[in-house]
């Protein structure tokens, strides 16, 4: 499951105390804004104020719920459609870095005005909050309800401000004012000392990149992230990674454009190609990646013809194990669906023995009618890939209890093991159901699961509303080997990287702790009877390698997670926001002595995918 959240997601416009800098009453501007005002005594009106007299030196207009007039400036950029409006810009710029220069004025319909325009608006002074005041989203200052005057024509546009690696600080943002529920809006802008203090400084000002390279493909929303620093934790196949909560990538854009796409094509872009050229616009601050370069003038795509990683083959005597989230596979999707992630799994993933999928649907895919049943799914799913030259996999799971495990309302997303009956056999031991636990069973040395397959501690709260871990017992060349496929909770409801809130509110962690906490008791489990005993923990973990989560299921050195033992600069699954980073991991216990792992790129960095999640493929000798 995406660790981002969901564009339909409902849109909160109530006010939230974290704005304690002088943001305390609320009104919705339109369907899709959140917009916080002051109270009504402060509407009073402000005279002949300059831009950067709004602006100010912190996050939150010192204006903000006033009532301001004849505020002049040269209209840089005009937006018909979404949040329609326009961004207008003083000439006559301060001598402080930390005032913007220019600002959004919103409209609502479409607005009359044309760039080159020098104007004057009458409005009201309020901060928008993309997303909602609850999302702990930053605000964006602008202009509401604007009464505008064009005081003349084909002005000169104010030369746009560079954006470039020696300007964007190297530290990401200061941490949040205790006093203000670890808030930033209050604090003083550093824009020479702080990343985010520099983006928002430039808050509604013209700005322009150089060449840059892709760091996040293009989405289906007509957008992609750069980075003006391209050799900030970069890799060999031109990402930017996410290594650490202090390694925040300082240099990462978004990028979308002004020109509506049916009367100007967005390029198509992978990770690693370029921007060449010149990209020009104001910049502006969405719910949907923070601070973003709004182009009317959009630099060159360079595609530098990024390819699908293709895994080594597994040998005679090694058990190959993969691990892939096919993203809420069901069988109204269509075929060209199954047959490219079919095509995957044969060519680019070398057949492995076994393979733990995430996001099997149920047989009638999102439609909420009880059904749970996914035989349809994997009939469908096992027949293309051994339509693709694949071996006859056959499969194991457990159907969920309806509407149980979370995901796509109707979904039952589930967890299913594919294995190929020539290199590896099942252990059937009946039982098993959606709320009847597995658990440990044998001798010394000799360890087994009393239901295969079988969940994991179904009843425990950790798993409310979420996948159980799926375990499985297999006999590879007359040795055990016990898998634990697993979907940890999602991220959904944690506030971004550009949160107000500094360090951001990583609230969806609490599950998955205690969902790692589970799982590593098992394992203990395991071990406590067979300390050789072959375990590999695997799945889409939605955390990273660093993360709490990833140091619980390892606690007591139960679990090894096996992604680091990949250079820093190939640790990634899923690319976020232009982030490299790990959502998917294979943990392996004590006794797997030897392996090789390979995080296969064949989703992530790309503008056509198949899933937004690229497969893991760990090899070793039982």
Same mark, same amino acid.
């Given at each position: 499951?995406?660790?981002?959240?969901?564009?339909?997601?409902?849109?909160?416009?109530?006010?939230?105390? #974290?704005?304690?800098?002088?943001?305390?009453?609320?009104?919705?501007?339109?369907?899709?804004?959140?917009?916080?005002?002051?109270?009504?005594a402060?509407?009073?009106?402000?005279?002949s104020?300059?831009?950067?007299?709004?602006?100010?030196?912190t996050?939150v207009?010192?204006?903000?719920?006033?009532?301001? +007039?004849?505020?002049?400036?040269?209209?840089?950029?005009?937006?018909?459609?979404? =949040?329609?409006?326009?961004w207008?810009?003083?000439?006559?710029?301060?001598?402080?870095?930390?005032t913007?220069?220019g600002?959004?004025?919103?409209?609502?319909?479409?607005?009359?005005?044309?760039?080159?325009? =020098?104007?004057?608006?009458n409005?009201?002074?309020?901060?928008?909050?993309?997303?909602?005041?609850?999302?702990?989203?930053?605000?964006?200052?602008?202009?509401s309800?604007?009464a505008?005057?064009?005081?003349?024509?084909?002005?000169?546009?104010?030369?746009?401000?560079?954006?470039?690696?020696?300007?964007?600080?190297?530290?990401?943002?200061?941490?949040?004012?205790?006093?203000?529920?670890?808030?930033?809006?209050?604090?003083?802008?550093?824009p020479?000392?702080?990343?985010?203090?520099?983006?928002?400084?430039?808050?509604?000002?013209?700005?322009?990149?150089?060449?840059?390279?892709v760091? &996040?493909a293009t989405?289906?929303?007509?957008?992609?992230?750069?980075?003006?620093?391209?050799?900030?934790?970069?890799? =060999?196949?031109?990402? +930017?990674?996410?290594g650490?909560?202090?390694?925040?990538?300082?240099?990462?854009?978004?990028?979308?454009?002004?020109?509506?796409?049916?009367?100007?094509?967005?390029?198509?872009?992978?990770?690693?190609?370029?921007?060449?050229?010149?990209?020009?616009?104001?910049?502006?601050?969405n719910q949907?990646?923070?601070?973003?370069?709004?182009?009317?003038k959009?630099?060159?795509?360079?595609? %530098?013809?990024?390819?699908?990683?293709?895994?080594?083959?597994?040998?005679?005597?090694?058990?190959?194990?993969?691990?892939?989230?096919?993203?809420?596979?069901?069988?109204?999707?269509?075929?060209?669906?199954?047959?490219?992630?079919?095509?995957a799994?044969?060519?680019?993933?070398?057949s492995?023995?076994?393979?733990?999928?995430?996001?099997i649907?149920?047989?009638?895919?999102?439609?909420?009618?009880?059904?749970?049943?996914?035989?349809?799914?994997?009939?469908?799913?096992?027949? #293309?890939i051994?339509?693709?030259?694949?071996?006859?996999?056959?499969?194991?799971?457990?159907?969920?209890?309806?509407?149980?495990? &979370?995901?796509?309302?109707?979904?039952n997303?589930r967890q299913?093991?594919?294995?190929?009956?020539?290199?590896?056999?099942?252990?059937?031991?009946?039982?098993?159901?959606?709320?009847?636990?597995?658990?440990?069973?044998?001798?010394?040395?000799?360890?087994?699961?009393?239901?295969?397959?079988?969940?994991i501690?179904?009843?425990?709260?950790?798993?409310?509303?979420?996948?159980k871990? %799926?375990?499985?017992?297999?006999?590879?060349?007359?040795?055990?080997?016990i898998?634990?496929?697993?979907?940890?909770?999602?991220?959904?409801?944690?506030?971004?990287?550009?949160s107000?809130?500094?360090?951001p509110?990583?609230?969806?962690?609490?599950?998955?702790?205690?969902?790692?906490?589970?799982?590593?008791?098992?394992?203990?489990?395991?071990?406590?009877?067979?300390?050789?005993?072959?375990?590999?923990?695997?799945?889409?973990?939605?955390?990273?390698?660093?993360?709490g989560?990833?140091?619980?299921?390892?606690?007591?050195?139960?679990?090894f997670p096996?992604?680091?033992?990949?250079p820093?600069?190939?640790?990634?699954s899923?690319?976020?926001q232009?982030?490299?980073?790990?959502?998917?991991?294979?943990?392996?216990?004590?006794?797997?002595?030897?392996?090789?792992?390979?995080?296969?790129?064949?989703?992530?960095?790309?503008?056509d995918?198949?899933?937004?999640?690229?497969?893991?493929v760990?090899?070793?000798?039982?």
């Amino acid at each position: 499951m995406s660790s981002s959240i969901p564009r339909s997601a409902a849109v909160a416009a109530v006010v939230s105390a #974290a704005l304690a800098a002088g943001l305390v009453s609320g009104a919705s501007a339109s369907a899709d804004e959140a917009t916080a005002t002051g109270t009504a005594a402060a509407t009073t009106a402000a005279a002949s104020v300059r831009i950067h007299d709004i602006q100010g030196t912190t996050r939150v207009s010192p204006l903000v719920g006033k009532q301001v +007039t004849g505020v002049t400036g040269v209209v840089t950029a005009v937006r018909t459609y979404g =949040s329609r409006g326009f961004w207008i810009q003083d000439p006559q710029a301060d001598d402080n870095p930390a005032t913007s220069e220019g600002i959004f004025v919103f409209t609502s319909s479409v607005p009359t005005v044309a760039v080159g325009d =020098s104007v004057s608006v009458n409005g009201t002074v309020t901060e928008y909050v993309p997303g909602g005041l609850n999302s702990g989203n930053q605000s964006l200052t602008q202009l509401s309800k604007p009464a505008v005057t064009v005081l003349s024509k084909g002005n000169q546009v104010p030369a746009p401000v560079t954006v470039w690696a020696g300007s964007v600080p190297d530290a990401y943002t200061p941490a949040g004012d205790p006093a203000a529920g670890g808030s930033i809006n209050g604090l003083t802008l550093h824009p020479e000392t702080y990343a985010l203090d520099y983006y928002e400084s430039l808050e509604g000002t013209n700005v322009r990149i150089g060449s840059s390279r892709v760091v &996040g493909a293009t989405d289906p929303y007509h957008e992609l992230w750069v980075t003006v620093k391209p050799f900030e934790n970069d890799n =060999s196949r031109g990402g +930017t990674v996410y290594g650490s909560y202090d390694s925040q990538n300082t240099g990462r854009l978004q990028i979308q454009q002004l020109a509506p796409v049916a009367q100007q094509p967005f390029p198509k872009a992978n990770v690693g190609d370029w921007l060449a050229g010149t990209t020009e616009g104001p910049l502006d601050f969405n719910q949907f990646g923070g601070y973003t370069l709004v182009a009317n003038k959009l630099g060159e795509h360079v595609d %530098l013809g990024l390819e699908r990683e293709v895994t080594e083959k597994q040998h005679k005597n090694e058990l190959a194990v993969a691990t892939y989230n096919v993203e809420n596979l069901d069988p109204s999707d269509p075929q060209e669906k199954f047959d490219a992630l079919a095509k995957a799994v044969v060519e680019n993933l070398a057949s492995p023995d076994i393979v733990a999928l995430e996001e099997i649907q149920d047989d009638n895919g999102a439609k909420n009618d009880g059904t749970v049943t996914a035989g349809e799914t994997l009939k469908k799913f096992t027949a #293309a890939i051994t339509a693709a030259g694949g071996p006859a996999y056959e499969w194991r799971s457990i159907d969920p209890q309806n509407g149980k495990d &979370g995901g796509e309302p109707g979904g039952n997303i589930r967890q299913v093991f594919l294995f190929n009956p020539e290199r590896v056999s099942f252990v059937d031991r009946a039982g098993g159901d959606a709320t009847t636990a597995t658990a440990v069973t044998g001798s010394k040395g000799d360890a087994h699961l009393t239901l295969s397959p079988g969940r994991i501690d179904p009843a425990n709260a950790a798993w409310e509303n979420s996948r159980k871990p %799926l375990a499985g017992e297999f006999r590879f060349r007359g040795r055990t080997v016990i898998v634990v496929a697993n979907h940890f909770g999602s991220k959904g409801g944690d506030e971004s990287i550009v949160s107000h809130h500094q360090p951001p509110a990583r609230s969806s962690e609490a599950k998955r702790l205690l969902q790692a906490q589970a799982v590593n008791a098992f394992v203990k489990d395991v071990i406590a009877l067979d300390k050789q005993a072959d375990v590999l923990v695997l799945g889409d973990i939605n955390d990273f390698e660093f993360s709490g989560t990833t140091q619980a299921l390892t606690d007591g050195g139960a679990l090894f997670p096996a992604v680091k033992s990949l250079p820093a600069e190939e640790r990634y699954s899923y690319v976020y926001q232009g982030n490299s980073q790990v959502l998917d991991q294979i943990l392996t216990s004590p006794g797997v002595h030897h392996f090789e792992y390979d995080s296969v790129h064949v989703n992530a960095e790309f503008a056509d995918q198949n899933s937004d999640h690229d497969p893991q493929v760990l090899r070793f000798r039982p």
